[in-house]
């Protein structure tokens, strides 16, 4: 059974560039987290769907970073513009029961310049 | 202000020996619990989790045990092995009222001499 898959696992960009960050869950699961992890802070939790509703973006940054769920299957991070500090790993998770346990995917390195 | 804290950025264990990472939390809201162990270049995976009913949780090698009076958790592995070398994070969540994101601290590394 895959597990959540994430694209690209790494992303080299300039300042000012629109990224766009990929995650496809576990089928079945209905909730899907967005986190980011840097030296300084750890892990943070950016946003959460729930069935494909945002129900908790406190955690996004700035107006610049964007998240969708189009379908159950598919939701995206956006940073427009990015900034050398959005440099981070993104990871996506996703659970069936947003109570307990979350499986998380690879990653994606952002690096801007 | 972290609400998850662990205190020990790293840990150094042999081969065979019992390893003892801990984790101390500050929101009496949390009432579930769970550590994961990363890889470099991978996501965390989820090792073993704990309900705040309970004090202590079992499987296999690895146990979790939880003082909620001293907001505190550990997570003991026997015997450690130098498959478990690897970064430890431990997790809280409260599970009820939507807050369904997990708060972390931000890291053991654990290392398994041979």
């Known amino acids: 059974d895959a597990g959540v898959i994430q694209s690209p696992r790494h992303e080299v960009t300039e300042m000012g560039q629109e990224v766009t960050l990929r995650c496809k869950p576990i089928?079945?699961?209905?909730?899907l987290f967005w986190y980011r992890q840097t030296m300084m802070r750890g892990l943070e939790l950016l946003i959460y769907?729930?069935?494909?509703?945002?129900?908790?973006d406190s955690g996004m940054p700035e107006d610049r970073f964007s998240a969708k769920m189009p379908n159950a299957s598919f939701s995206t991070l956006k940073i427009q513009p990015s900034e050398p500090r959005d440099s981070a790993v993104y990871f996506c998770?996703?659970?069936?029961?947003?109570?307990?346990?979350?499986?998380f995917g690879p990653g994606t390195r952002l690096t801007v310049l | 202000d972290q609400q998850v804290k662990q205190n020990s950025p790293s840990l150094s264990v042999q081969e065979g020996r019992i390893s003892i990472l801990n984790c101390d939390y500050t929101?009496?809201?949390?009432?579930?619990f769970l550590w994961y162990k990363k890889y470099p270049a991978e996501g965390p995976t989820f090792l073993i989790s704990?309900?705040?009913?309970?004090d202590k949780n079992e499987d296999g090698r690895f146990t979790v045990f939880l003082n909620k009076s001293a907001k505190h958790l550990s997570l003991h592995i026997v015997p450690s092995q130098p498959g478990d070398s690897a970064v430890y994070f431990c997790?809280?969540?409260?599970?009820?009222?939507?807050?369904?994101?997990?708060?972390f601290g931000k890291g053991t590394h654990l290392i398994i001499q041979p």
């Open positions: 998770a996703s659970s069936r029961d947003g109570r307990y346990t979350q499986y």
């Open positions: 089928s079945g699961h209905d909730y």
């Open positions: 769907f729930n069935n494909n509703v945002p129900i908790d």
């Open positions: 929101n009496s809201m949390f009432d579930y």
């Open positions: 704990i309900s705040s009913i309970k």
């Open positions: 997790a809280a969540k409260y599970s009820g009222g939507g807050a369904d994101g997990l708060t």
